[in-house]
């Protein structure tokens, strides 16, 4: 069945056709590693996860690489303002950049585990790519590309008739409207392919190059690496929505100038998790950590179940109570799936019903209602199992590794578990831990752990 995918380049939904035989190249813009990931970074991780999974679903082998922005990524979109590596380093009392980016490069693969996307393929380093990026940039230069300014090495986007086309930027307006901020620049749109260490201060992370001391601007590290492990010419490339206009716009004209191609067949983007009406943001106030969700009594699936509800292409506004919609409706697909017994087979109409709606652009909504018209459906209970099992390749929920605690622990430990569920969800510390204590007396032990509150009998 033919899978149909939203490309922002063309600005339509469109055929997918693996541009070669082996394997679907599929490069994904990973975190920047000075913090922690915030549940809206990680919708837009899931979201390429359930591409992965539908690519696979439809028989594609697939090649995803992700990498870790851990140098070069400056407060501003635009090429001013510090490196956010180094404030994190300065906001966290000095403690060093390199070790900082360990910590949270951690963090975010533990996230990615807890909410179930699949391993990708290959995990690359900006600070681990640096000679193919110079490499990169010395072969835009030689082509007539770039320019020096006092502070770095930039690219020209004037020598591009179509720069700008994937945003469909107003080329005039901008030029019209930013004379000010330009400094050096010749352009609005011009931008950094490398910047030089301030001379009156050493930088923690700092590299010789053919130009001078200093580092590489964010954007040529994807250039670099998607070249290098796919191809200059690969299949998808995926971020989310902010990645239009400016990073995935500059990453295109750099491909352009160094191999004549846009880089990636399709360009897909995930929109933004909203909080109140604002977009998520790490330097926000208002940031949620998966860990956040966990400590409030939710299982990151919870979490994933309410991402599958809404389509990829429209911003979810979070709220605790869609949450609290989530969990409970995973619930009730968990409790039914764990009652059906194994044996059936997988039902051929459904499971095509099913294909028709995720080739639909990811249509996960819609699959999922159809799965709720499954459970509700006629088939035998065996035979639901088995293509909910097969379903969830694509849903990534799971299912198969939940049982219910009350198969195992006494109702009475059970009773006494659930009141302390919602002692934390009211935040009453104080009775949430006296209550494990007195399960703990018990024999049964709680842990709050990555995938979320479990209990078990002390072993
Ligand atoms: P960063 O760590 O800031 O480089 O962002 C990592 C990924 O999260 C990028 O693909 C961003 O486009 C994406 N992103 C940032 N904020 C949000 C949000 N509020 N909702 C969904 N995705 C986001
Ligand atoms: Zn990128």
């Known amino acids: 069945m033919q899978l149909y995918l939203y490309d922002t380049w063309q600005r339509e939904t469109r055929a997918f056709e693996p541009l070669n035989a082996e394997y679907v190249g599929l490069y994904c813009c990973g975190p920047t590693v000075y913090d922690y990931a ?15 999974r539908v690519l696979e679903f439809n028989g594609f082998s697939v090649r995803h690489v992700v990498n870790i922005t851990d140098v070069g990524h400056l407060v501003s979109d635009g090429d001013d303002g510090e490196d956010k590596m180094e404030r994190g380093s300065r906001r966290a009392g000095g403690e060093s950049a390199w070790v900082l980016a ?22 690359c380093r900006a ?3 640096i000679a193919e990026q110079i490499d990169f940039i010395a072969n835009i230069e030689a082509k007539g590309f770039t320019y020096r300014t006092t502070d770095g090495i930039y690219f020209d986007s004037s020598q591009q008739d179509d720069y700008g086309y994937l945003a469909r930027l107003d ?3 901008l030029q019209a409207g930013s004379r000010v901020e330009m400094g050096e620049k010749h352009h609005p749109t011009d931008f950094a392919l490398w910047k030089f260490s301030p001379l009156d201060s050493q930088r923690q992370m700092e590299w010789n190059s053919p130009w001078g001391r200093g580092f590489p601007g964010w954007h040529i590290e994807c250039s670099a690496m998607s070249s290098k492990y796919l191809s200059p010419w690969f299949d998808i490339h995926c971020g989310g929505e902010d990645h239009v206009a400016v990073h995935h716009t500059n990453e295109i004209a750099q ?7 846009r880089a990636a067949n399709f360009w897909m983007h995930g929109y933004f998790l909203q909080l109140d009406n604002v977009k998520m943001s790490k330097s926000g106030s208002d940031f949620l950590r998966l860990q956040t969700v966990i400590d409030r009594g939710y299982d990151p699936m919870a979490y994933r179940y309410l991402n599958l509800s809404a389509h990829y292409r429209k911003q979810l506004s ?24 194994q044996g059936g087979e997988v ?12 080739n639909q652009d990811l249509n996960t909504p819609r699959a999922l209602a159809l799965v709720w018209s499954l459970v509700k459906g006629s088939l035998s209970n065996a035979d639901k199992k088995a293509t909910l099992r097969h379903c969830d390749q694509v849903l990534g929920l799971a299912l198969d590794s939940w049982q219910p605690v009350e198969a195992i622990i006494p109702a009475e430990v059970m009773a006494l578990f659930e009141t302390r569920q919602a002692a934390r969800k009211a935040k009453n510390w104080q009775e949430a831990d006296a209550l494990r204590k007195r399960i703990l007396e018990l024999g049964y032990v709680i842990e709050d752990g990555e995938h979320g509150v479990t209990i078990k009998a002390v072993s």
């Open 255 to 261: 491909s352009q100038a160094c191999h004549g191609t």
């Open 127 to 129: 600070t681990e790519h």
């Open 38 to 52: 915030h549940i809206g970074n990680l919708r837009t991780y899931m979201f390429e996860d359930t591409l992965r």
């Open 347 to 358: 039902d051929q109409a459904f499971s095509e019903a099913f294909l028709r709606e995720v």
């Open 102 to 123: 360990d910590r949270y490069t951690a963090a975010f693969q533990v996230d990615m585990r807890a909410l179930n996307n699949l391993e990708p393929t290959l995990w």
């Open 318 to 341: 979070f709220s605790w109570e869609a949450l609290d919609s989530a969990q409970q409706a995973l619930m009730r697909l968990r409790v039914s799936y764990f009652g059906w017994p």
């Open 171 to 173: 080329l005039a307006g």
